[in-house]
Nanobody, 124 residues
């Protein structure tokens, strides 16, 4: 059974930082890419960042470039999202996902495996 479990969410003030983690267990087959997505109330789920599981190229949404950094540890089956200079508009449920392809735009259609999400709330 495939499981993706996110952690590290919380409440911070604008300008603060959070580091999200995602641990993968089970056989995700040929999934080569780890992605991070977010969904705010009333909005569609949007891709935030992605990275190949074995490292290499990274991909970011324009809204987070220069503030967020995605990383991975293949040996530990984990991925991380370091979020700095957080803004109130970053408030959302954040999800990690595993998929077969890393590309831009970072779309949900490329990711068959999903975690349950972790809430990030940024206050002004």
């Amino acid at each position: 059974q495939v499981r993706l479990v996110e952690s590290g969410g919380g409440s911070v003030q604008a300008g603060g930082s959070l580091r999200l983690s995602c641990v993968v267990s089970g056989d995700i087959g040929s999934s080569l890419c780890m992605g991070w997505f977010r969904q705010a109330p009333g909005k569609e789920r949007e891709g935030v960042a992605a990275i190949y599981r074995r490292g290499g190229n990274t991909f970011y949404a324009d809204s987070v470039k220069g503030r967020f950094t995605v990383s991975q540890d293949y040996a530990k089956n984990t991925a991380h999202l370091q979020m700095n200079i957080l803004k109130p508009e970053d408030t959302a449920m954040y999800y990690c996902a595993a998929g077969s392809m890393c590309r831009e735009p970072i779309g949900t259609y490329d990711y068959p495996y999903w975690g349950q999400g972790t809430q990030v709330t940024v206050s002004s």
